[in-house]
């Protein structure tokens, strides 16, 4: 992955739209991840994960982009982060969002891979 590009994908577990991402996601390359969240929301949901395990870095504009898409699911934890990068994990304690999103460290029964 070279430096300033993100790399994301869509995938399904357990029948939970699930959006992945590797790489940095700030206002450079906040695009591509959008356009995946708009999609899978757009779909209606009752739940959306992230897989951020492999995002090295997210800024204010990728953080504003987990807030839009809980408050347009709304509902109680709809939205589950899954993320064990120090630097992830900073900016969701930081801003709060670790209290208002589900915060794993990895897949859980909650939500899994169907291939793990």
Request: glycine share 10%; hydrophobic share 40%; aromatic share 6%.
């Amino acid at each position: 992955m070279a430096y300033g590009s993100v790399k994301v994908w869509t995938e399904e577990w357990d029948g939970v739209p699930v959006i992945g991402a590797e790489g940095e996601i700030d206002l450079g390359t906040v695009d591509s991840f959008r356009q995946a969240v708009s999609e899978a929301v757009g779909l209606h949901p009752s739940s959306l994960i992230f897989d951020l395990r492999q995002v090295k870095y997210m800024d204010s504009s990728g953080l504003g982009i987990l807030v839009a898409a809980r408050r347009k699911l709304g509902g109680t934890d709809p939205v589950v982060v899954i993320s064990d990068q120090p630097a992830v994990i900073q900016a969701l304690r930081i801003t709060g969002l670790d209290r208002v999103l589900k915060v794993l460290s990895e897949p859980s029964s909650y939500c899994r891979p169907l291939h793990a």
